[in-house]
């Protein structure tokens, strides 16, 4: 095995890409908050290009990590110890995989540890952008109103003793804050987050936790701040450490942090960055004013359908997205999907085909070398759900229509809270956002009692008559019969 670090870069096999400039020479003008899998596969893979290019050399990255767990701990050990580098494999549906040593990260901070390190990157005035990738469910709003709660413990912790953040939201205005002070200037913020108008999310998280502390401060940034909207596209499974060894006897490099990918890539930015940005457009990343048209294509067809295809094909006994495709009931039950419920709905940019889009969608999740775990897209459902089903759900439901298959999608949700599949297995649904009562409520009796938990009270589940009896009989059907003859029986009321 070749170690993998900055001295070491020249002596890898000849089949590793490297990066395609001097390390040395970079500089920081990036910080990223939650440095996972997709980040290190997707935006600092555009970065990674960018600063081959003459006079990028000043967009560099610095990680930052925030979650302070063992995992976190090892995955910044692994990275500081190998100066930034970590190999990325790119699997296509045919064809070789390859194998590159990204470069891009050329820094790394562990929050918890050293709270004071990221602020002082933050008030750099070389810094320029902050970008983050926290989740769907890390934005802390409340489902209802989408207001930022400001009474969870971290938020009144971060607001009470600024000069110590633990949430992404007190460290990027602490570090506004520090720039107001000192004429620094602002930075752009930019969510790479899977939301609808994310950019426009963030923008009102940092505006309330600002005005929360500081009106002042609050209206500076409103003034100054640029948060622009983007759309984020690449499938990045989990890496266990099964995939970690078989990547790195892949590939010959011992790698402490290795991820792996799909071979398409998409990024989709508005062009609104206060303090400058890299020319990511030579790099194939595309900027638009249609961003939200793009991000409405992406939610509701491609994330939309991993929410559709990961509960009923886990109660199926399936372990992996392809295997779930190569069932003929589910892979059509996701084409009828989007074919019927979703497609209707959209618009689509110029010279962009829907159709075209949802056959991409379907062979991208059939590719088997990929071996996206469902468990890992089933997971945080209950923020998931809302985000990426909500918007076709209440038209729908506005319009009386076909109501069905989000109904049956929404039982196998709540059979799949049960933590138990269709052979009796158990398994621990991993929903880290559902409060006590919540949890009371997916485990009551009563088979409808769940589409109560918070999480939903905003889809308007009560507004199309018939919704909840589908969903309660679906559910029993599903315990009865199994979820592959409930999905069956649905499409043969169709034929």
Not at 177 to 200: A, F, I, K, M, W
Request: proline share 6%; aromatic share 8%.
């Amino acid at each position: 095995m070749y170690p993998l670090h900055a001295s070491s870069l020249a002596a890898l096999p000849e089949h590793i890409g490297r990066p395609g400039y001097d390390r040395g020479r970079l500089g920081t003008g990036i910080v990223h908050f939650s440095v996972g899998n997709f980040h290190r596969a997707h935006q600092a893979v555009y970065l990674d290009r960018c600063l081959a290019l003459a006079g990028q050399e000043g967009w560099g990255i610095c990680g930052v990590g925030l979650i302070d767990s063992p995992a976190e701990r090892a995955k910044a050990d692994a990275i500081r110890a190998q100066g930034g580098l970590y190999t990325l494999t790119l699997f296509p549906p045919d064809g070789e995989p390859s194998t590159q040593a990204v470069g891009s990260i050329v820094e790394y901070l562990f929050a918890p540890a050293d709270p004071g390190a990221v602020l002082a990157r933050l008030g750099d005035p070389a810094t320029r952008i902050v970008t983050l990738t926290v989740t769907e469910g890390g934005y802390n709003l409340e489902e209802a109103t989408g207001q930022f709660r400001l009474d969870t413990p971290d938020v009144a912790h971060d607001l009470a003793h600024p000069e110590a953040p633990r949430t992404v939201f007190g460290f990027i205005v602490a570090g506004l804050e520090r720039r107001r002070t000192t004429g620094t200037g602002p930075y752009t913020v930019l969510s790479c987050d899977n939301l609808q108008h994310n950019g426009e999310v963030i923008r009102r998280c940092v505006l309330a936790f600002a005005g929360a502390g500081d009106p002042g401060l609050a209206t500076w940034i409103e003034a100054n701040v640029t948060f622009p909207c983007c759309m984020v596209d690449r499938i990045t499974p989990g890496v266990t450490a099964d995939d970690a060894a078989r990547l790195n006897a892949r590939s010959g490099v011992d790698d402490g942090a290795p991820v792996f990918a799909e071979d398409f890539i998409q990024w989709v930015i508005e062009d609104r960055f206060c303090a400058g940005r890299p020319a990511l457009e030579r790099v194939g990343v595309e900027f638009s004013d249609e961003v939200a048209a793009y991000e409405q294509i992406k939610l509701r067809m491609l994330n939309a359908t991993h929410s559709m295809l990961s509960y009923p094909a886990l109660l199926a006994g399936y372990g992996f997205v392809y295997e779930a495709l190569a069932d003929r009931t589910i892979h059509g039950y996701l084409h009828a999907f989007l074919d019927r419920d979703v497609i209707p709905l959209l618009r689509a940019p110029a010279g962009m085909s829907l159709g075209a889009y949802r056959d991409t969608i379907l062979r991208r999740f059939s590719n088997p070398a990929i071996r996206d775990q469902l468990a890992r897209i089933a997971s945080d459902g209950a923020a998931k759900i809302p985000i990426f089903l909500g918007d076709t759900l209440r038209a729908l439901l506005a319009a009386g229509g076909d109501h069905r298959r989000l109904a049956f999608l929404f039982a196998a949700f709540g059979r799949y809270l049960d933590g138990r599949d269709d052979r009796g297995t158990g398994f621990e649904p991993l929903e880290p956002h559902l409060t006590t009562t919540d949890r009371a409520l997916a485990t009551a009796g009563d088979p409808g009692a769940f589409l109560s938990i918070a999480n939903f009270k905003g889809l308007g589940l009560e507004a199309g008559p018939g919704f909840r009896a589908n969903v309660v009989d679906y559910r029993k059907q599903i315990a009865a019969e199994g979820v592959l003859a409930t999905l069956a029986a649905i499409a043969a009321e169709e034929s």
